[in-house]
């Protein structure tokens, strides 16, 4: 009966030692993965010391556009076309000066709330541009006739959208700051730079709330409300708290350009959407150097804002 036991121990005792190491390495395993889990849902994934080393001169650009009844006016439609064609002349400019294997640039559009039409969609696609150490040069040049040829169809296929639906979507911008921007527009191994097409007026129904003096949204009817059309408007948002409702916060790692500023009520109207815009940003962590905000103006003019915002001149 020993000698069995003998026998059963010897060949025993390497399964059970063996089921006691493989349910450590299990045990192992399952934490390292519950680590890495926890790490990726707190950080942004890592890149390549090479890029991280390089993050200033790696461009992620974000366009997001205002796709509301400004677009109504043909006039709109074609400065904002040529708002996005000098866009992607300042992106592919920056590019050329890079070395092919040290390409890692982005160039990509966003609407919110997202088109039901496909077809603006599959344009938009095509128009979200990544240039990384295999892109060709032919894809680079490729890159400017898009950008010169499609935006104008994208905006005429919505507002064609507009009527067939007896409306616009409209333009939910507070919401896409809330939902949206840090996980769309900010990545830690890149310069990132967001540029909103818009005339200043920020409402969407779905969004629309008040807390205090604060709002998430600003139209020429809640602007007059706020009887701020007079040479003290600035005193007087400090005085009131005046301003939006901060969407999100610790938006340090973004810069923002805002194009087409248009007011609507009188002489310091414009001044007072800035004021709203600028105040909101900064509010949200973004620094005070990195904000660009230009009324509408023709596109050779605001050209050069674009080229000296994006390049860094």
Same mark, same amino acid.
């Given at each position: 009966?020993?000698?069995?036991?003998?026998?059963?121990?010897?060949?025993?005792?390497?399964?059970?030692?063996?089921?006691?190491?493989?349910? $450590?390495?299990?045990?192992?395993?399952?934490?390292?993965?519950?680590?890495?889990?926890?790490?990726?849902?707190?950080?942004?994934?890592?890149?390549?010391?090479?890029?991280?080393?390089?993050?200033?001169?790696?461009?992620?650009?974000?366009?997001?556009?205002?796709?509301?009844?400004?677009?109504?006016?043909?006039? *709109?439609? *074609?400065?904002?076309?040529?708002?996005?064609?000098?866009?992607?002349?300042?992106?592919?400019? #920056?590019?050329?000066?890079?070395? @092919?294997?040290?390409?890692?640039?982005?160039? $990509?559009?966003?609407?919110?709330?997202?088109?039901?039409?496909?077809?603006?969609?599959?344009?938009?696609?095509?128009?979200?541009?990544?240039?990384?150490?295999?892109?060709?040069?032919?894809?680079?040049?490729?890159?400017? $006739?898009?950008?010169?040829?499609?935006?104008?169809?994208?905006?005429?296929?919505?507002?064609?959208?507009?009527?067939?639906?007896? &409306?616009?979507? &409209?333009?939910?911008?507070?919401?896409?700051?809330?939902? #949206?921007?840090?996980?769309?527009?900010?990545?830690?191994?890149?310069?990132?730079?967001?540029?909103?097409?818009?005339?200043?007026?920020?409402?969407?129904?779905?969004?629309?709330?008040?807390?205090?003096?604060?709002?998430?949204?600003?139209?020429?009817?809640?602007?007059?409300?706020?009887?701020?059309?007079?040479?003290?408007?600035?005193?007087?948002?400090?005085?009131?708290?005046?301003?939006?409702?901060?969407?999100?916060?610790?938006?340090?790692?973004?810069?923002?350009?805002?194009?087409?500023? $248009? &007011?609507?009520?009188?002489?310091?109207?414009?001044?007072?959407?800035?004021?709203?815009?600028?105040?909101?940003?900064?509010?949200? &962590?973004?620094?005070?150097?990195?904000?660009?905000?230009?009324?509408?103006?023709?596109?050779?003019?605001?050209?050069?804002?674009?080229?000296?915002?994006? @390049?860094?001149?």
């Amino acid at each position: 009966m020993k000698t069995i036991l003998k026998i059963f121990t010897f060949f025993l005792a390497p399964l059970i030692l063996g089921c006691a190491d493989e349910k $450590k390495i299990t045990q192992e395993i399952e934490k390292q993965i519950k680590l890495e889990t926890e790490t990726k849902s707190t950080t942004k994934v890592s890149c390549p010391k090479y890029i991280l080393d390089n993050k200033q001169n790696n461009l992620n650009i974000s366009v997001l556009l205002d796709l509301s009844d400004r677009i109504e006016s043909e006039n *709109q439609i *074609q400065n904002d076309s040529s708002y996005l064609a000098s866009i992607s002349k300042a992106f592919i400019s #920056h590019v050329k000066t890079k070395k @092919l294997l040290m390409l890692e640039d982005r160039l $990509k559009l966003f609407f919110n709330p997202a088109p039901s039409n496909t077809e603006i969609n599959v344009i938009a696609k095509k128009l979200d541009i990544a240039f990384t150490k295999g892109t060709s040069k032919k894809y680079i040049e490729e890159t400017l $006739k898009m950008y010169n040829k499609l935006p104008s169809k994208l905006y005429h296929l919505a507002k064609s959208d507009a009527k067939i639906n007896k &409306g616009y979507a &409209g333009s939910d911008i507070w919401r896409f700051f809330e939902q #949206h921007v840090e996980d769309y527009c900010i990545d830690n191994c890149h310069r990132n730079i967001l540029v909103i097409l818009t005339d200043g007026y920020m409402f969407y129904n779905e969004s629309k709330m008040d807390s205090a003096n604060r709002s998430s949204y600003l139209t020429p009817k809640s602007l007059s409300k706020l009887k701020l059309d007079k040479p003290n408007w600035k005193e007087e948002i400090n005085k009131r708290n005046l301003g939006f409702i901060p969407a999100t916060k610790n938006l340090s790692d973004l810069e923002v350009l805002v194009i087409g500023i $248009k &007011g609507q009520n009188g002489p310091y109207a414009e001044n007072i959407i800035e004021a709203y815009w600028k105040k909101w940003f900064v509010e949200m &962590g973004i620094q005070n150097s990195n904000i660009k905000i230009k009324s509408a103006d023709i596109p050779s003019s605001i050209e050069k804002v674009i080229f000296d915002f994006i @390049l860094n001149k």
